[in-house]
């Protein structure tokens, strides 16, 4: 029944959680306290500290209740954050304000898949930190507020047999979405067109679990930049290019044949790029994989050990990759092409992109001429399928 | 009056030509002609060979007549190669058949946009050998059969001074077109956001003598990579990442501002992608200005000279900027956000992606359901008013 669909409220699937001081030091022994990461202030600044390094917050992490005229990377302290940064409870009334039913949060000091442990010194001490930050997400953070968290874990990327030993254990405890990065490489890790099939483990336990990996944009530490004088706003708008260059090495990676239960989440890496680099990857396809095929040198050119005369790239698509996005009017305008199963709403609270506390009337005003099946699909709808996570009943309206 | 609209014809604003042997041996003194770039035989196989190097001719390159089964980066003779690849009047006969009226080639063997000559030991001699291809591409190519081509010219890309007097000259004898890189950095050369300006001297000699700046995909002489083993084919469907480089490059640099009759054809760069960049453009521009404008250091961050505050990137795109498209649902099915007067058509003759022999009726076939008007300017009238180009009445068809 169409009239029956509630369309006020939306699930974000990927906002952004500052750490509060306690994740570490509440969890750790009592003698590890100063080496997990843990939060000093010296005059007016404040940094977290972990191996031996100093980390200020940015203030392009914590913009929620800024003007854009306000918006800077300068070092904020978390007093001169809004609360709902880092306050599970606090960020349930900016939630409530804006018609966000239920957000999974990404890790901030960590970096996207948890960079922060595997660079650690002491990689043993390391997953022990990474194992308290997952039972922060879900005991503290999620637990909170039941249903108004997707728990979003972390894993050791720098050892693909505890990843999966630590999905399984996290998956034990409810969560359905692990971090993965966009592209390895840069961090110094095999990718996952490894000969050796180092990631094997971690997408055989995603495949098992239905755990969805979640790339957010960035989490290979890149920032793209065209050249080394582009301008920087350039390369801003440039971001995009990792994750199409993430969903291109998916698809003809041979990984979604392989392990059939597997499924990636696009965070914040937009949409409206997808069109184009999927029909383009059909292109090549047609065109060039008789000779791929074949094992024709060409440069540096790897053979491929994929069957390219089965490969259908956008049926890989349809049942493995979602695209995730805050503002992307290009991308709904091309929802025929993209596929209205496969796109999920975001608000990227409290980073600059996001459009709290106006959440819920941004997304409607993209989506409104959608018919009402789909709009709720994109709303809540796909992201309650793909985390397998059934939502608290709506609060009553508070506004916005 | 519509009807009268002859719709059976395109302007291709991308084709390649395979030099034939004789364009520098005729043309520089006898006593050179071991020097300029000439062709050796040695049994099965064919180099051309210029300052100490050998360049086979890639089958990737002279496509044109083979099955895609038959595709091959392998290296092939010219005598294997279908006449239309280097001679002129036989190019003719494959234009007549496949309805392209008139067409804009680029070189093959000096590279997109004279790469070969810039990285000669003598440039001296390497500026000889580039002025005897423009007048061989003016003179002979074009000249052979007029209004059938357009002369796309190189200039002396090391050199901006020369390059201007090079673009004077060659716009004395009707040029209005130059081959310019996407992306001057991997080439060693400064880029357009320069501080000193390098390339003042070209731009500001294209706005006013009003020559195009093609600049087509490749002409970095880059290959993107999206990791050290990422599948072949991924990288290949990745390839507008340079295109979308260079436009955001291009809309942030301030150059559209400065010299305001420049022109820039993405040429070969496909345009299914225009609209994301050019919105994510507008939203970065809209959030995050105000800091940039500021001068707040970040990194590696270096702070603008042009006014943000002022910028209008749709606007600059729209007064500036032409995307070139080979075979593009998306692109054409995104036409509104596009812009009709900004997209020309192309063929590709005769590399694996062209659409030959089926040229007309492939862009047909993605067009037919635009008014008339439009689809007119995409198969040739955009491309007749920038490149000030009239072509040649179209011959009785032939076929195809």
């Given at each position: 029944?169409?009239?029956?669909?509630?369309?006020?409220?939306?699930?974000?699937?990927?906002?952004?959680?500052?750490?509060p001081?306690?994740?570490?030091?509440?969890?750790?022994?009592?003698?590890?306290?100063?080496?997990?990461?843990?939060?000093?202030?010296?005059?007016?600044?404040?940094?977290?500290v972990?191996?031996?390094?100093?980390?200020?917050?940015?203030?392009?992490?914590?913009?929620?209740?800024?003007?854009?005229?306000?918006?800077?990377?300068?070092?904020v302290?978390?007093?001169?954050?809004?609360?709902?940064?880092?306050d599970?409870?606090?960020?349930l009334?900016?939630?409530?304000r804006?018609?966000?039913?239920?957000?999974?949060?990404?890790?901030?000091?960590?970096?996207?898949?948890?960079?922060?442990?595997a660079?650690?010194s002491?990689?043993?001490?390391g997953?022990?930190?990474?194992?308290?930050?997952?039972?922060?997400?879900?005991?503290?953070?999620?637990?909170?507020?039941?249903?108004?968290?997707?728990?979003?874990?972390?894993i050791p990327?720098?050892?693909?047999?505890?990843?999966?030993?630590?999905?399984?254990?996290?998956?034990?405890?409810?969560?359905?979405?692990?971090?993965?990065?966009?592209?390895?490489?840069?961090?110094?890790?095999?990718?996952?067109?490894?000969k050796?099939?180092?990631?094997?483990?971690?997408?055989?336990?995603?495949?098992e679990?239905?755990?969805?990996?979640?790339?957010?944009v960035?989490?290979?530490?890149?920032?793209?930049?065209i050249?080394?004088?582009?301008?920087?706003?350039a390369n801003?708008?440039?971001?995009?290019?990792?994750?199409?260059?993430?969903?291109?090495?998916?698809?003809?990676?041979?990984?979604?044949?392989?392990?059939?239960?597997?499924?990636?989440?696009?965070?914040?890496?937009?949409?409206?790029?997808?069109?184009?680099?999927?029909?383009?990857?059909e292109?090549?396809?047609?065109?060039?994989?008789?000779?791929?095929?074949?094992?024709?040198?060409?440069?540096?050119?790897?053979?491929t050990?994929?069957?390219l005369?089965?490969?259908?790239?956008?049926?890989?698509?349809?049942?493995h990759?979602?695209?995730?996005?805050?503002d992307?009017?290009?991308?709904?305008?091309s929802?025929?092409?993209?596929?209205?199963?496969?796109?999920?709403?975001?608000?990227?609270?409290?980073?600059?992109?996001?459009?709290?506390?106006?959440?819920?009337?941004?997304?409607?005003?993209?989506?409104?001429?959608?018919?009402?099946?789909?709009?709720?699909?994109?709303?809540?709808?796909?992201?309650?399928?793909?985390?397998?996570?059934?939502?608290?009943?709506?609060?009553?309206?508070?506004?916005?």
């Amino acid at each position: 029944m169409t009239s029956d669909l509630n369309l006020d409220w939306l699930i974000s699937v990927d906002d952004h959680v500052l750490e509060p001081a306690n994740v570490w030091v509440d969890r750790v022994a009592a003698k590890d306290r100063d080496r997990a990461p843990h939060m000093v202030v010296e005059g007016d600044m404040e940094f977290w500290v972990y191996d031996g390094k100093r980390y200020p917050s940015s203030g392009l992490s914590a913009c929620a209740g800024k003007s854009k005229e306000e918006f800077s990377p300068e070092p904020v302290t978390y007093a001169e954050m809004r609360p709902g940064c880092y306050d599970s409870q606090a960020r349930l009334e900016d939630m409530d304000r804006a018609g966000i039913l239920a957000s999974l949060c990404f890790p901030t000091i960590t970096r996207f898949c948890g960079q922060l442990f595997a660079e650690a010194s002491d990689r043993e001490f390391g997953l022990v930190c990474l194992k308290a930050y997952n039972d922060w997400m879900i005991e503290e953070w999620c637990g909170s507020a039941p249903g108004r968290y997707i728990p979003l874990i972390l894993i050791p990327i720098w050892d693909p047999k505890l990843a999966a030993k630590e999905m399984e254990r996290c998956s034990d405890k409810g969560a359905n979405a692990f971090a993965f990065s966009e592209n390895p490489a840069p961090l110094g890790l095999p990718t996952i067109h490894d000969k050796n099939r180092y990631w094997d483990p971690v997408m055989s336990t995603a495949s098992e679990l239905q755990m969805v990996a979640s790339m957010h944009v960035g989490s290979s530490s890149q920032v793209p930049q065209i050249a080394p004088d582009s301008p920087f706003m350039a390369n801003l708008a440039w971001g995009a290019i990792r994750t199409s260059g993430a969903m291109l090495s998916w698809l003809f990676s041979g990984m979604f044949t392989r392990f059939p239960g597997l499924k990636i989440a696009l965070s914040e890496g937009e949409i409206g790029w997808i069109p184009y680099f999927l029909e383009r990857a059909e292109q090549v396809l047609d065109k060039q994989r008789y000779w791929v095929q074949r094992g024709v040198q060409f440069g540096e050119h790897a053979t491929t050990d994929v069957d390219l005369s089965t490969l259908n790239v956008r049926e890989l698509f349809r049942n493995h990759v979602f695209g995730c996005f805050i503002d992307d009017h290009h991308g709904i305008a091309s929802i025929d092409e993209i596929g209205e199963d496969n796109i999920m709403c975001e608000t990227d609270y409290p980073h600059s992109d996001s459009t709290w506390p106006n959440c819920i009337t941004a997304v409607k005003k993209q989506i409104s001429h959608l018919p009402a099946e789909t709009q709720y699909k994109i709303l809540r709808g796909n992201a309650e399928k793909l985390y397998r996570f059934t939502p608290a009943e709506p609060p009553a309206l508070t506004g916005a």
